[in-house]
């Protein structure tokens, strides 16, 4: 094998163990009594019963503070504990509520 062949093949190993390290798994964390009591500021429980609707089909108080996301969507990472944000699907059905 040629130097140039063995470096290339190094090179290869090195970055695919690398990129198999620094894969990592996100997962949601289950819902303690702090975040409860955070989800209640925006009264996210109150509208559970939205999920599954079309966003298209639902009728919010003129006065909630909310913000609709949908898939892809940038959004700002500013946190207002008060905020209802309603996550859709490509459909434009409800799949996520939660303050923030």
């Given at each position: 094998m040629t130097?140039?062949?063995?470096?290339?093949?190094?090179?290869?190993?090195c970055l695919l163990?690398?990129?198999?390290?620094?894969v990592e798994e996100v997962t949601?964390?289950?819902?303690?009594a702090d975040c409860v009591k955070e989800?209640?500021?925006?009264?996210a429980?109150?509208?559970?019963?939205?999920?599954?609707s079309n966003i298209a089909a639902v009728t919010?108080?003129?006065?909630l503070n909310t913000r609709i996301i949908g898939p892809g969507m940038a959004v700002t990472?500013?946190?207002?504990p008060t905020?209802?944000?309603?996550?859709?699907?490509g459909n434009g059905v409800i799949i996520r509520l939660y303050c923030g």
């Open positions: 130097a140039m062949r063995r470096l290339t093949a190094l090179s290869l190993t163990t690398v990129a198999a390290c620094t949601e964390k289950p819902c303690d989800q209640s500021a925006c009264g429980a109150d509208y559970a019963g939205l999920i599954g919010l108080p003129a006065t990472m500013d946190y207002v905020r209802l944000n309603i996550e859709t699907d």
